[in-house]
């Protein structure tokens, strides 16, 4: 297997070939924070959090998006991305009605996560008050479109991991939702099959199992990894 | 723990002027700081309690306060008033958990600011009429019901804030972890889930 | 057919000078020919694309033995008039046209060149015949008979031609980078959708001279090896997809699309998309995305449309101005080409001239020429006004990504280079001219309000990030701002152009930026004035406490 090194932050390693930059960082024992990617699903590079600086061009890409490649000098922690990435997650606050205290997720979500790793104490950018829907219509499962920060791994790994493309996005800009089916109740979307792994990968409170009240939800975010890896490597007893 | 006006033996540090305010929030981050329990001893050694709901009864905010924790949003005119207030006499004002950080839960009326109405009107005919089983209407007392703003707002969207202690409310430990080096003369280092979380 | 040159009458049939009734101005000179008999009978009315002077439509050229007349702003009942000019009958109706004849030498016609515009305003959009009786497919059939797709590429290289879609990309390196492949199959793609506000170029020219568009994506497909193409049009632009289609189904007929082109062994398949309504598909990425069926959102690069693009192949995506210069090029050759215009910047350019402008419309004009040549020259200025910058505040280049530029730097010459370094861009072409009394804070927040609805929503910069600073914008816009919001706006500004996912949200905050840089004082003069700030201005709190 041919092999890349490069530099994390001066610190030198030695990736797999079609490792991305932000396998490299990891390798390196830094870590990043990120929202939208998610170990197993498509990296889609939309968050920003990830963002690092290749020396030299001065331009920024995506780690989890962006192919590790021979030579390359990452840097991660610039202040000038460190701000940045602050600046990103108090718009993520601010363009949604996050509210952890009374949240399923409290305790149990990366949004709030990343805010404390950014050390966001406040938003600077006022909050938008969104007009938003919250669709209780499943039988198991609801979606609180105001936690929703978009990231689309439910879609991901709704069309991905489990086949069933239940989920897509509508609209623009900031009017952007997540929808069930052809924008219907989900409860109603038949080719849902209550599987679940959109519960578990969602890094907010957005979408929660009904049993579950404030600071209760339990994600389990490492499971499309570790699909994905049973399938490619089939690990599975009937194959 | 009363407000006290006895001067700082000789040789210690000036004891500190501290105030505490409960705007538009459940006085929730105020019991947490209740909480610190035997601390408050600790604190007392240090600080004089100027002003406070829990502490004090006095009723206009002094002048020369060294540091302000203000609990809460800013909802309503009076609100307003004792934020503008407290932020010409206090050298230090604290953003006092999740209310006074984000307007939390008092802010959750702004989501009615695109009906017909806006927030203001929705919260009171909820409030006081919808949900009323007798004699419904509005509460209209001039001067001693503050009227509501239309928007709530955090803190430092009214007044500029030194130190944001989030939380919902803050732990105890953390109140104190803020205090502390407050009382040095020192910023405390807010970092870390201990020290920053919201909710 | 024998004879002196035949009399012609050609009328403008595009949106332009259709929205101004041009459909009626030609049914009229119909009914009056068939009225008047006679001489009149001699003259040919035919319908043209643009002749370039769209805000006086509509209008006709006149083209007699003796040379060409242009009249503008005419009216149904002018017909007969104009066919007695025509004519040279009739002299007791010449004041009919009064006002209307313009004058061919004024520089708005004498100072452009036309060369992807050269068969703009003179074939019939809609024949064939027409578009190959002057020329069409000429290079197309030569190339693929002559040429090997490096000699094709050679000449593009040599051209100097870089993509006129706003960035500049050299398109001779970009045609060897998709080429170069690994094999396999290729896809060519034309980007039609031009969306920002004050562009017309792209439209023009699909509407007034399809085959030359058809033409060149035929060549850069052969110069590529690619088998399949699209013309993606935005769906805002009925008349050019409709000419479009139709020429696409003339070309297939006279089997210079399809298979076996013109007796070779090139098989070529072009087929139209129709965006529906976004701007962002404007984006390579996010374009390539909408033809595949998918959600038009942007997605990171590299990899590269010309390394993965449409389906995963190979792709090539040129800007309709681009692919309409490739017959030119390779008819008068790439050196030619490059003898026109500045060292970096080759060629012609064609601009949509719009905004506070005694003469808007479409020019096309050699690389490096001044602005101050196309704003107060070509476009004559901002009627009424005078004086050194003819009433000019600003001109802005580049749309929704580009920036507005002072008027005492009107003699910056247009190249990609020059304009970049001024903050702005050279965009697709559309440039709108500002009048002093312009504010400049409402024009960033007209563009910022553009950004936010245009927006596609999957990055967070771009997605909430407008909308936070056209929320400051309305501050300063409401003259309810501070100094804190100035560095706000900064700060947010240069995070949003530098963290966001396409090009739409990094250049989103140009038009801001480059008015905070030439117009900071107006910006300044929209904070309250200190003394007056109410309790609420943090900005006021902010100097009492220490």
Redesign the interface.
């Known amino acids: 297997m041919s092999v890349h090194t490069l530099t994390v932050d001066g610190v030198e390693v030695a990736v797999p070939a079609g490792a991305s930059l932000l396998d490299a960082v990891r390798a390196a024992g830094a870590d990043l924070p990120t929202l939208c990617h998610l170990d197993g699903l498509t990296p889609?590079?939309?968050?920003?959090l990830c963002?690092v600086e290749l020396e030299g061009s001065g331009r920024?890409?995506?780690a989890c998006?962006?192919?590790a490649a021979e030579g390359m000098a990452v840097l991660t922690q610039t202040p000038?991305l460190q701000?940045?990435r602050r600046?990103?997650v108090e718009?993520?606050?601010?363009?949604g009605?996050?509210?952890?205290?009374?949240?399923v997720a409290?305790?149990n979500c990366e949004l709030?996560?990343v805010?404390?790793a950014v050390?966001?104490?406040?938003?600077?950018?006022?909050?938008?008050?969104p007009?938003r829907r919250v669709d209780a219509s499943h039988p198991q499962f609801a979606i609180d479109h105001h936690r929703c920060?978009?990231c689309t791994r439910c879609v991901r790994v709704c069309d991905e991991i489990e086949g069933a493309h239940v989920w897509?996005?509508a609209?623009?800009?900031?009017?952007?939702s997540i929808i069930a089916g052809l924008d219907q109740p989900w409860g109603e979307v038949a080719a849902c099959t209550s599987c679940g792994k959109c519960v578990d990968v969602c890094p907010t409170g957005a979408i929660f199992r009904k049993d579950d009240t404030t600071?209760e939800k339990e994600a389990h975010r490492e499971r499309p990894q570790l699909l994905r890896a049973a399938r490619d490597q089939h690990q599975w007893l009937n194959q | 723990m009363t407000s006290s006006t006895s001067s700082s033996p000789a040789g210690s540090p000036p004891r500190l002027r501290f105030a505490t305010v409960w705007l538009a929030g459940c006085s929730g981050c105020h019991m947490s700081f209740l909480d610190l329990d035997e601390w408050l001893f600790e604190l007392a050694k240090h600080v004089d309690v100027v002003f406070s709901p829990v502490a004090s009864d006095v009723k206009e905010f002094p002048e020369g306060v060294d540091v302000c924790l203000v609990e809460g949003a800013v909802a309503n005119a009076d609100n307003l008033e004792l934020a503008l207030q407290l932020r010409e006499r206090s050298r230090l004002v604290v953003?006092f958990g999740?209310c006074a950080?984000?307007?939390?839960?008092p802010?959750?009326r702004?989501?009615w600011?695109?009906v017909d109405g806006g927030s203001r009107q929705s919260v009171l005919d909820r409030g006081y009429l919808e949900l009323a089983d007798t004699g419904a209407q509005h509460p209209h007392a001039p001067g001693i019901v503050p009227e509501l703003l239309e928007r709530v707002l955090?803190l430092?969207?009214v007044i500029p804030?030194d130190l944001?202690l989030?939380g919902?409310p803050p732990p105890a430990e953390r109140i104190r972890d803020a205090i502390e080096p407050l009382l040095r003369g020192e910023t405390p280092a807010?970092?870390?889930?201990a020290m920053?979380?919201?909710? | 057919m024998a004879g002196p040159t035949p009399l012609q009458l050609r009328c403008c049939a595009a949106s332009g000078c259709r929205s101004a009734g041009s459909e009626a101005l030609q049914a009229a000179l119909l009914a009056a020919r068939d009225q008047l008999g006679g001489a009149a009978e001699a003259v040919t009315i035919k319908p043209v694309g643009c002749l370039r002077l769209c805000g006086r439509g509509p209008l006709v050229a006149l083209d007699r033995s003796d040379g060409s007349e242009l009249y503008a702003e005419l009216t149904p009942d002018q017909a007969p008039a104009l066919l007695a000019a025509a004519t040279g009958l009739g002299d007791g109706q010449g004041d009919a046209l009064a006002g209307r004849r313009i004058d061919p030498a004024d520089p708005f016609f004498a100072l452009q060149q036309a060369v992807v515009l050269e068969g703009c305003g003179l074939v019939n959009p809609e024949s064939i015949d027409d578009a190959l009786a002057h020329g069409s497919y000429a290079q197309l059939k030569r190339v693929l008979l002559e040429c090997t797709p490096e000699q094709v590429r050679d000449q593009v290289k040599r051209s100097g031609l870089r993509g006129r879609g706003g960035a500049g990309y050299p398109t001779g390196l970009k045609w060897d980078t998709v080429a170069l492949q690994p094999p396999g199959a290729r896809t060519v793609v034309c980007n039609a959708d031009e969306g920002d506000p004050g562009a017309f170029m792209d439209r023009s020219v699909l509407e007034s001279d399809p085959h030359r568009l058809i033409e060149g994506m035929a060549i850069a497909a052969y110069a590529v090896g690619a088998d399949q193409g699209y013309v993606y049009v935005r769906a805002e632009y009925p008349l050019a997809i409709e000419r479009l289609r139709l020429a696409l189904k003339q070309a297939r007929a006279k089997g210079l699309l399809g298979a076996g082109i013109a007796g070779s062994s090139f098989n070529l398949r072009l087929e139209v998309r129709v965006g529906a309504g976004?701007y962002?598909c404007g984006e390579e990425t996010a374009l390539l995305a909408s033809i595949q069926g998918q959600?038009g959102t942007p997605?990171?690069r590299?990899p590269f449309p010309a390394q993965v693009g449409l389906w995963g192949a190979p792709t090539l995506i040129n800007n309709v101005e681009t692919l309409a210069s490739i017959p030119v090029i390779l008819r008068e050759g790439g050196d030619w080409y490059a003898s026109i215009g500045t060292e970096g910047s080759k060629g012609t350019k064609v601009f949509a001239l719009s905004g506070a402008v005694a003469n808007t419309g479409l020019v096309e004009v050699p690389m490096g020429t001044s602005l101050r040549t196309v704003v107060q020259t070509i476009g004559g200025g901002v009627p009424g006004a005078d004086g050194p910058n003819g009433g000019v505040k600003a001109v802005q280049t580049g749309g929704p990504s580009g920036g507005c530029i002072p008027a005492h730097l009107l003699d910056t010459p247009v190249d990609y280079e020059s304009l970049r370094d001024l903050g702005s861009m050279m965009g697709s072409g559309g440039l709108v001219v500002m009048g002093e009394t312009t504010s400049m804070p409402e024009v960033a927040r007209h563009f910022m309000r553009f950004s936010?609805?245009?927006?596609?929503?999957?990055?967070?910069?771009c997605?909430?990030?407008?909308?936070?600073l056209l929320?400051l914008l309305d501050r300063f816009v409401e003259r309810q701002a501070s100094i804190a919001d100035l560095e706000?706006l900064e700060?947010?500004c240069r995070?949003v152009g530098?963290?966001?996912?396409c090009g739409l949200g990094q250049a989103a905050p140009n038009p801001v930026l480059s008015t905070l840089h030439y117009f900071r004082q107006e910006y300044q003069a929209a904070c309250r004035d200190p003394g007056q700030c109410e309790p609420l201005d943090a900005c006021l709190l902010q100097e009492v406490t220490p």
């Not at chain 1, 718009?91 to 363009?95: I, R, T």
């Not at chain 2, 950080?101 to 839960?105: D, I, P």
């Not at chain 3, 530098?498 to 996912?501: F, M, R």
């Open positions: 889609v590079g939309a968050c920003r963002l920024l890409q995506p998006a962006t192919a000038q701000e940045w600046m990103a718009l993520f606050f601010a363009e009605n996050h509210v952890c205290a009374f949240c409290n305790g709030q996560d805010a404390v050390g966001m104490d406040h938003s600077r950018f006022p909050y938008q008050y007009n920060i978009l897509d996005v609209n623009r800009g900031a009017e952007c600071a | 953003s999740d950080v984000t307007a939390n839960v802010g959750l702004n989501l600011a695109h955090p430092h969207e804030v944001y989030p919902c807010m970092e870390g889930t920053l979380k919201f909710g | 976004a962002v959600r997605r990171p590299p936010v609805n245009e927006s596609c929503g999957k990055c967070v910069p997605r909430a990030g407008t909308v936070q929320q706000r700060a947010l995070m530098a963290t966001s996912l």
